[in-house]
């Protein structure tokens, strides 16, 4: 069973919509990640957070917008999304620190269908 | 563009059989590791090699690295119904915090 916990599942929304999706850990990671996937892709990073404040964005669209509100939550706000925006989003968390601190450990994904 | 390049992009073989899988990348890395993601679901990762090792091994799996040749293999041996899953290599370059995957390889084992 994954340790990272993203809600919703499933969510489907209209361009003018806001919409947010959730991340959770309890592990103790201080580092949480946003990857998109499109199908049949690997995931691509978007943003990274470490020790709750933002270290990378990967030249996202401001129509995305992470919040990190303390090391064991992750949300990213979502306004105005294009249907191209359609992809499973991934939370990840790992362990900054460590020799492996790499290791990402993965959410089930959000499946996000943009109308 | 996606640090690492694996082949094949699909591989089906029986139950029962051994099935491996590369990975080429570009640049030096810190690690190589590998992940697993069943259709639809979040990755799981399935082990790491640092840039020192040459060699290693979980289980059913065994992972080289070749550094000289920028290259990596996954061995899945004796093969389950249950392995079939997309397979990701990913690289951590020796500095900052970006892991890149490779465009995977979907492995389908037929019982």
């Known amino acids: 069973d994954t340790e990272v916990t993203q809600t919703p599942k499933h969510l489907v929304m209209g361009m003018t919509n806001k919409k947010s999706l959730k991340c959770e850990q309890h592990m103790g990671h201080r580092a949480m990640y946003w990857y998109k996937q499109k199908a049949k892709k690997p995931p691509e990073l978007m943003f990274v957070?470490?020790?709750?404040?933002?270290?990378i964005n990967e030249s996202v669209p401001s129509r995305f917008s992470p919040e990190c509100p303390n090391s064991s939550l992750l949300n990213l706000h979502l306004h105005a999304l294009q249907p191209e925006d359609s992809a499973l989003y991934l939370c990840?968390?790992?362990?900054?620190?460590?020799?492996?601190?790499?290791?990402?450990?993965f959410g089930e994904g959000s499946r996000l269908t943009v109308l | 563009s996606q640090q690492g390049e694996e082949d094949p992009q699909a591989l089906s073989i029986q139950e029962g059989e051994n099935a491996t899988m590369n990975c080429s990348y570009k640049?030096?890395?810190?690690?190589l590791q590998w992940y697993r993601q069943n259709s639809g679901r979040g990755l799981v990762h399935l082990i790491l090699i640092r840039s020192n090792e040459r060699e290693k091994h979980s289980g059913r799996l065994r992972v080289t690295l070749d550094t000289s040749k920028k290259s990596s293999s996954l061995l899945i041996t004796a093969s389950r119904a249950a392995d079939t899953a997309s397979y990701f290599c990913?690289?951590?370059?020796?500095?900052?915090?970006?892991?890149?995957f490779g465009e995977g390889t979907q492995l389908t084992v037929n019982p």
């Open positions: 640049t030096s890395i810190n690690n």
């Open positions: 990913a690289t951590a370059k020796t500095s900052g915090s970006r892991l890149t």
């Open positions: 990840a968390s790992s362990l900054p620190g460590y020799r492996d601190w790499w290791e990402l450990f």
């Open positions: 957070y470490s020790y709750e404040k933002l270290s």
